[in-house]
């Protein structure tokens, strides 16, 4: 499975961005998905995460309330909606796959076999 990850850029404090990754396979909706992200000189963290039959999304206490993880298994592609972003929000995100988590696992890196590239978001005034 291929992902491609979209959408990064520039963007002032308070504003909002959508990222989206497009994934290969016509299997995509069999898939759970997450995205993480790595800021400069940190480890990748997670952001948010959806299951695969839609039934549970999760949210770092971080982005909980301002970021948003949708799919559209149609275009099989995941987004994320980012509003009210803040410069900690800036980083490297990454989409990832996998259509074997478990919901215990879906908030750990390690638990994902396909990762997109990475698309920049820097927020900044």
């Known amino acids: 499975v291929q992902l491609q990850a979209s959408g990064g850029g520039s963007v002032q404090p308070g504003g909002s961005l959508r990222l989206s990754c497009a994934a290969s396979?016509?299997?995509?909706?069999?898939?759970?998905v997450g995205w993480f992200r790595q800021a400069p000189g940190k480890e990748r963290d997670f952001v948010a995460a959806?299951?695969?039959?839609?039934?549970?999304?999760y949210y770092s206490d971080s982005v909980k309330g301002r970021f948003t993880i949708s799919r559209d298994n149609a275009k099989n592609t995941v987004y994320l909606q980012m509003n009210n972003l803040k410069p900690e929000d800036t980083a490297v995100y990454y989409c990832?796959?996998?259509?074997?988590?478990?919901?215990?696992?879906?908030?750990?890196?390690?638990?994902?076999?396909?990762w997109g590239q990475g698309t920049l978001v820097t927020v900044s005034s």
């Open positions: 959806r299951k695969w039959d839609g039934g549970s999304t």
């Open positions: 396979t016509r299997t995509f909706s069999r898939y759970s």
């Open positions: 990832a796959a996998d259509n074997r988590l478990i919901s215990s696992s879906m908030r750990y890196d390690y638990a994902y076999d396909y």
